[in-house]
């Protein structure tokens, strides 16, 4: 089993920053992928940013040059850094994690635990 607790969402303006935060917890020693998803109103959940464990990092294009993945590995912790937010970028922020690193990391069904999400709204 493993736990995911984001945190750091929050209402912000256009052009502000975030930081946010997934600890996790439980058997993460087998973790291969951290990585973050958002899901905004009436939209289905699509694939933000993910960290293999070799360190390798990966973007969806509309979020490349602003916002940063990474990782504080003593403390389980994986940070999703949010610079020049738009109002597009306002949704559900989610963790997840997958124990195995070949595969599409952009599909939700290859990812086994899931944090609660934390919101993230960002004013025109």
């Known amino acids: 089993q493993v736990q995911l607790v984001e945190s750091g969402g929050g209402l912000v303006q256009a052009g502000d920053s975030l930081r946010l935060s997934c600890v996790a917890s439980g058997r993460t020693f087998d973790r291969a992928i951290m990585a973050w998803f958002r899901q905004a109103p009436g939209k289905e959940r699509e694939f933000v940013a993910a960290?293999?464990?070799?360190?390798?990092?990966y973007y969806t294009d509309s979020v490349k040059d602003r916002f940063t993945i990474s990782r504080e590995g003593a403390k389980n912790t994986v940070y999703l850094q949010m610079n020049s937010l738009k109002p597009e970028d306002t949704a559900v922020y989610y963790c997840?994690?997958?124990?195995?690193?070949?595969?599409?990391?952009?599909?939700?069904?290859?990812?086994?635990?899931w944090g609660q999400g934390t919101q993230v709204t960002v004013s025109s």
């Open positions: 997840a994690t997958r124990p195995f690193s070949y595969g599409d990391y952009r599909l939700l069904s290859q990812y086994d635990y």
């Open positions: 960290l293999a464990w070799s360190g390798s990092t």
